[in-house]
């Protein structure tokens, strides 16, 4: 079983920079798309970005496409969210997900694997 762990999240100002991490294990982990969603206080969650196995694809929501960009590194079972000028309503818990199909991930359709959540608080 793919487990998750993120890391990164934290206060910033607005039009500031985070970067957020998000560790895998399990030997099941080769082969999964990752993404990320976030949930807002009193909102619905919803989805952030998808990164297919390879890398190669990659999916954003309009909210934050420019603004934030998903990588992962597989060597190290690693995904990433490097986000650049945070505005207020980005604060949000943010989930690091993993699913088999990359397609799945973006329609937030029985995503199998999610992580804790770090919380991300954009204010001045």
């Known amino acids: 079983q793919v487990q998750l762990v993120e890391s990164g999240g934290g206060l910033v100002q607005p039009e500031g920079s985070l970067r957020l991490s998000c560790a895998a294990s399990?030997?099941?982990?080769?082969?999964?798309?990752m993404g990320w969603f976030r949930q807002a206080p009193g909102k619905e969650r919803e989805f952030v970005a998808a990164?297919?196995?390879?890398?190669?694809?990659?999916y954003y929501a309009d909210s934050v496409k420019g603004r934030f960009t998903v990588s992962r590194d597989n060597a190290k079972n690693t995904i990433y969210l490097q986000m650049n000028s945070l505005k207020p309503e980005d604060t949000a818990v943010y989930y690091c997900?993993?699913?088999?199909?990359?397609?799945?991930?973006?329609?937030?359709?029985?995503?199998?694997?999610w992580g804790l959540g770090t919380p991300v608080t954009v204010s001045s």
């Open positions: 997900v993993a699913d088999p199909a990359f397609r799945n991930i973006i329609a937030e359709d029985n995503v199998e694997v």
């Open positions: 399990g030997r099941t982990f080769d082969y999964y798309a």
């Open positions: 990164c297919s196995w390879t890398g190669q694809s990659t």
